[in-house]
């Protein structure tokens, strides 16, 4: 199967634009300050700029689109999808949305990711020495990339707070342009410029977070493997197999939570070169290139303490609740990671990493989130909708 760029751009954008019309023509009627259950949908849209370690500076925009299934059901959690366009001042450009569905009274859940990139990039080689030490340049690093990727799962709750499903993954990378150093690395040589894969997988979830992307209680654990073939046109055959756990503690009152996520990923067999595991992103440990450190296994921990201030003003967007909580709020977060060729990893080769941020709550127990994050010689600045975990 081969998808042209701009078959993919336009798919995208249409389905972006459908969202965006549906979405805008529920908010015509109501007052701005009914409570949540009385609007079906809300969308908040956002512009800003923002800096990465691999975008550079960037004009973000896009928008929150909040919505539920089910109008009846007040227990059931609000779906929303999250939309962005991200264009940098280096000619590169992304494009993305990642949603959290809700159905049939939280029995099937349809979380998706849908992405796409097309930007100038570096590409440091596989392994923590590799990243850690080769010189970034235009002949040691640079080259263009062309990413996309669809991702959806399908969930069915069997038990309550646990489900099995099914994972549908399809991603290709295009390198074009390669600096001398990319073009003679072995993996790259090995495994070449296009790689489309196609990866079928299987999941078990145990969820019991009282609000899914935005926890005060509860706790977290998917568990999955994904197959790749050539089913579907794909190019490669490898298995990759996660682990994600999260858990939330409310400390004294709600709306004061300490986080914390551990996930794990490792690949069997030829895992193409664009596959490999990464850690350092704008969801894991904020301030990293995105896809500078990788290879086969890749580690990350992070504790993230959250704090919402209190007001004396009711939240408008959550009057009939009764509390003193205001809209805004700020995080502060330490994690490390580490790379390896295999489950035992490197432990002496960690990642460090450090931040903080400021929430503004746009939609009920929905924030727009600003991080600053710090690693080893890199910082990022980000702007997105939800928490990064």
């Known amino acids: 199967m081969y998808f042209k760029q701009k078959t993919i751009i336009a798919t995208l954008l249409i389905f972006l634009c459908l969202f965006a019309g549906f979405e805008l023509s529920a908010q015509v009627s109501g007052d701005a300050l009914q409570p949540v259950e009385t609007k079906k949908f809300r969308v908040t849209p956002f512009a800003a700029p923002g800096y990465t370690p691999e975008l550079g500076f960037v004009i973000a925009g896009g ?225 990293y290139r995105w896809g500078q450190y990788r290879d086969r296994a890749g580690l990350y921990a992070i504790a993230e303490y959250r704090f919402k201030f209190m007001t004396d003003k009711p939240n408008r967007l959550r009057p009939y609740e009764g509390r003193k909580e205001s809209r805004h709020g700020v995080v502060v977060w330490t994690g490390f990671g580490a790379i390896g060729d295999d489950w035992g990893l490197q432990w002496g080769n960690y990642m460090w990493n450090i931040g903080f941020g400021y929430r503004f709550e746009v939609q009920p127990r929905m924030n727009a989130r600003i991080d600053i994050g710090w690693g080893f010689k890199t910082r990022g600045l980000y702007f997105n909708f939800n928490e990064a975990f």
């Open 63 to 287: 928008a929150l689109f909040g919505f539920t299934t089910d109008f009846e059901n007040k227990e059931l959690p609000r779906s929303s999808i999250s939309t962005a366009l991200s264009i940098g001042f280096k000619g590169n450009y992304t494009v993305s949305a990642i949603g959290n569905t809700y159905w049939a009274n939280d029995k099937i859940r349809v979380p998706f990711d849908i992405w796409v990139k097309d930007m100038p990039d570096e590409y440091f080689g596989v392994g923590y020495d590799n990243a850690r030490n080769r010189p970034e340049g235009d002949d040691t690093t640079s080259y263009d990339r062309f990413w996309w990727l669809i991702n959806p799962r399908v969930l069915w709750q069997f038990r309550e707070n646990l489900f099995l499903g099914v994972n549908l993954d399809l991603n290709q990378t295009k390198a074009s342009n390669l600096s001398t150093g990319v073009a003679s690395d072995p993996f790259v040589q090995e495994q070449g410029t296009d790689n489309y894969n196609t990866g079928l997988g299987v999941i078990f979830m145990h969820d019991s977070r009282d609000f899914p992307v935005n926890a005060y209680s509860g706790w977290y654990l998917r568990v999955s493997a994904t197959f790749y073939g050539e089913y579907l046109g794909g190019d490669n055959v490898y298995q990759i197999y996660d682990i994600d756990y999260r858990q939330y503690q409310q400390i004294v009152r709600p709306g004061s939570t300490l986080a914390w996520n551990i996930y794990s990923r490792s690949g069997t067999g030829p895992v193409p070169w664009p596959e490999m595991s990464m850690v350092g992103s704008p969801f894991d440990l904020r301030g």
